[in-house]
């Protein structure tokens, strides 16, 4: 919690440069959805609160393709959650979810941030996973969310949302590799935790130059 401290020494005010990423709180993570991440629908509020502070908030959005290579359903014999391999590497398997024009893809309808810029979809490629809102699972291939930022003046960005071990995380360690200050609000996001996954993610974040700070250290 080293990195926390440090960060929460003084308040927060989120400037012009500054940009709010609120990742995937979609139906499909959220509780009844096909891969509910444990209190996922507590990281509403506390986002919607912190949102007032931003004039830039980018909102992604999960948007798969049916029969998508990460979902187990698409692999004879597999089931969620067990490990593969595909051509760009290891990849978890899921239960099908955030499916392109589902119900299940839809944003929170408790999600209140009408500021909000831009929906950035991701993960429609029905051939390569994409955790990171910056880019896919490949590596190599962008989102166009770099560029994005950097045309409109943001050198600074903070991640909220489902889930912390995942594309939290990605996103996180890829906005490091943008050149950006990059922030993830502990409270506002909520973890997976498999195989240890949420553990590694707060370390490789850590190393990453990632700051891991609170909701309250933020001036609303």
Known sequence: MANRADA???SIKPDDASA?????VQNCFLPGGSLAVKDGEQVV???N???KAFSNVVLTQDWHTPGHVSFASSHSGKKPFEL???AYGKQVLWPDHCVQGTDGAALSKDLAIPQAELILR???HNDVDSYSAFTEADGKTSTGLAAYLKARGIARVFVAGLATDFCVAWTALDARKAGLDTYVIEDACRGIDTQGSLAKAWTDMAAAGVKRI???DIAV
């Open 8 to 10: 929460a020494a003084a």
């Open 49 to 51: 609160r912190i949102a």
């Open 214 to 216: 609170g909701s309250e």
């Open 45 to 47: 509020p506390v986002i």
């Open 122 to 124: 991701k993960g429609f």
């Open 20 to 24: 709010l990423l609120v990742i995937d």
């Open 84 to 86: 593969i391999d595909l």
